[in-house]
T-cell receptor
Framework: QQQVKQSPQSLIVQKGGISIINCAYE??????FPWYQQFPGKGPALLIA?????SEKKEGRFTISFNKSAKQFSLHIMDSQPGDSATYFC???????????FGSGTKLNVKP | NAGVTQTPKFQVLKTGQSMTLQCAQD?????MSWYRQDPGMGLRLIHY???????DQGEVPNGYNVSRSTTEDFPLRLLSAAPSQTSVYFC???????????FGPGTRLTVT
């Protein structure tokens, strides 16, 4: 049983467009929600993270929207660039932060 | 800082062989974890540690052992390799109290 469900599996966006990736969870004990970016042959790198006491967090072109009642959160990439082409993973963790549960990943391709 | 380092980068094993994947971090983080990454399944937690001498199981621990004798090192042992353990393995360490997770570059393991 997957704790965090991510969609879509792949995404193609034109340069300058908005990329949106969605995640959903069931366990209300989760209270830390990070997004990771992974380039081929590399390890995942933390991109941005949110805690459930806020509904939105923005860092540059990257925004997390969080809907606690719906148990959903999403990553928005504004003004998408070819250099953003990578695989993105959402994750969730509980208060003790010992365990992170990952979504299945979204492969983003930003076309020039 | 080297961050999180992993060796080897690539490894081919025959079924039944054993080996140790090495992981080290120089950030003095207490929390460390091992994940495996398989296509379409995201990252799944194998084992984790909250400090030297303390380890626990994650989602998919069968066939793997860990120990943590120092803060810096967290090796993962495959006891008797099976083709189902063909995967990319990532080690991560977690900064507290922010709980930002840093990943190593990964080890690609093939079991024939």
């Amino acid at each position: 049983q997957q704790q965090v469900k991510q969609s879509p599996q792949s995404l193609i966006v034109q340069k300058g467009g908005i990329s949106i990736i969605n995640c959903a969870y069931e366990n209300t004990a989760f209270d830390y929600f990070p997004w990771y970016q992974q380039f081929p042959g590399k390890g995942p790198a933390l991109l941005i993270a949110i805690r459930p006491d806020v509904s939105e967090k923005k860092e540059g072109r990257f925004t997390i929207s969080f809907n606690k009642s719906a148990k959903q959160f999403s990553l928005h990439i504004m003004d998408s660039q070819p250099g953003d082409s990578a695989t993105y993973f959402c994750a969730a963790s509980m208060h003790n932060f010992n365990k992170f549960y990952f979504g299945s990943g979204t492969k983003l391709n930003v076309k020039p | 800082n080297a961050g999180v380092t992993q060796t080897p980068k690539f490894q081919v094993l025959k079924t039944g062989q054993s080996m140790t994947l090495q992981c080290a971090q120089d950030m003095n983080h207490e929390y460390m974890s091992w994940y495996r990454q398989d296509p379409g399944m995201g990252l799944r937690l194998i084992h984790y540690s909250v400090g030297a001498g303390i380890t626990d199981q994650g989602e998919v621990p069968n066939g793997y052992n860990v120990s943590r004798s120092t803060t810096e090192d967290f090796p993962l042992r495959l006891l008797s390799a099976a083709p189902s353990q063909t995967s990319v393995y990532f080690c991560a360490s977690t900064r507290t109290p922010s709980y930002e997770q840093y990943f190593g570059p990964g080890t690609r393991l093939t079991v024939t």
